[in-house]
């Protein structure tokens, strides 16, 4: 199916408020919390008007914001580009087991000595801030990835196991400096699956090691697209499942690995990613599915041919466009998303932006899978998505 032909199946999309900047953060009107949540408000639904929208995105369940109704585990990422998360994980505390800075990176700068860049983004006035707010519930689990890797030094982590003691001494070092639970480790796409014998070995000894004391472990791991094109594979989720915490499966952004112009995450793509690693209960619960709090926009010509790469979309975004246009809303029942087009100019673009009901859909579905979440990230989404978990 081409991409013109994929566009006639969808009428229109739905966008939300997302990240404000400090500047906009000043501007910004404050808004009453409500007395009770979305779903009693009669908000998450399918047919829902773009103007119930800019009514109510900023407006969450006062009440709610300590109650996590959500069972299982949830994650949240933030991010130092989008500072908004940062006041998210302090509001919504209560709603997260873990909360993840994207703030560090490792770098190898000699034989047996790692180091972390990026320690200058670590705000502990913050950390202390989220862990009182949450009771101490919170966990603290900065996302680290590799950087300024040369082929020496994944030679010589592949290959010692000296090399891979002084990276775990370092990071747990790290930890009791700065306070943090744990580690979410990304890995498997940053390489593009090379070596990955190697790394799962490496993966699965820093897990231990942190474990030993106390500290976590948790996984980022890509999707599945083709049959041969797996970084990481149900082999792999097999040999790690006892060492991992949790394993933050990226089920969104569906377009980077489709390259077809549709939704962020459609419905039975899920699903079959959950139910491709495992269907035993202990293991289903470590997988955090992914849930996307950012949109995409998609602008083509009048053969329905993309002018251009897609433009990640946030909330602050869709709300000015519903704002400011006249566009129709429509809810695609097959990937359980709503769409947005503007027709203008001699071209469409189309804004794949989530919903109250698209989340809505996603939570209900990990529920009956019995995963966890995860979220990338906390800064991008409407403040009325906290209510649902």
């Known amino acids: ?159 010692n196991e000296e090399e891979i003691d002084s990276l775990a001494k370092m990071l747990l070092s790290k930890s009791l400096d700065f306070q943090f639970n744990g580690f979410v480790l990304e890995i498997y796409m940053q390489l593009s699956g090379y070596g990955k014998n190697n790394i799962n070995h490496l993966v699965s000894d820093l897990a231990k090691a942190l474990h030993k004391h106390n500290k976590l472990l948790i996984l980022v791991i890509p999707p599945i697209m083709k049959k041969n094109e797996k970084l990481f594979d149900k082999r792999d989720f097999d040999l790690l499942k006892d060492d991992i915490d949790c394993f933050s499966l990226m089920t969104y952004d569906y377009y980077s690995h489709s390259r077809l112009i549709g939704p962020n995450a459609p419905i039975d793509w899920v699903r079959e990613n959950i139910e491709y690693f495992t269907d035993e209960p202990l293991y289903r619960q470590k997988i955090l599915l992914g849930l996307n709090f950012y949109g995409m926009k998609f602008v083509t010509n009048s053969k329905g041919e993309s002018r251009s790469e897609p433009e990640p979309i946030l909330g602050k975004d869709y709300i000015k466009l519903i704002k400011n246009n006249k566009l129709n809303l429509k809810w695609e029942n097959k990937y359980k998303e709503h769409i947005l087009i503007s027709n203008e100019n001699n071209q469409k673009t189309f804004i794949f932006y989530p919903t109250l009901s698209s989340l809505h859909s996603r939570i209900e579905l990990a529920k009956e899978l019995g995963t966890g979440l995860s979220i990338w990230e906390l800064g991008q989404g409407l403040d009325y998505f906290y209510d649902l978990l």
């Open 1 to 159: 199916m081409n991409n013109f032909n994929f566009l006639l199946l969808f009428s229109m999309l739905f966008i939300v408020p997302s990240t404000l900047t400090p500047d906009e953060k000043k501007k910004e009107k404050k808004v009453k919390p409500a007395a009770v949540s979305v779903e009693e408000r009669g908000l998450v639904k399918n047919e829902i008007e773009l103007d119930e929208i800019i009514k109510n995105h900023a407006i969450y369940c006062d009440k709610c914001k300590n109650m996590k109704t959500f069972e299982n585990k949830v994650l949240g990422y933030v991010t130092p580009w989008n500072a908004r998360g940062y006041d998210v994980a302090k509001v919504f505390a209560n709603k997260f087991d873990f909360i993840s800075p994207v703030w560090l990176q490792i770098q190898r700068v000699g034989p047996k000595n790692y180091q972390l860049s990026g320690t200058h983004d670590i705000d502990m006035k913050w950390i202390k801030n989220v862990k009182k707010k949450s009771n101490q519930s919170s966990l603290l689990v900065p996302r680290i990835l590799f950087e300024k890797l040369k082929m020496e030094d994944l030679h010589a982590l592949f290959n």
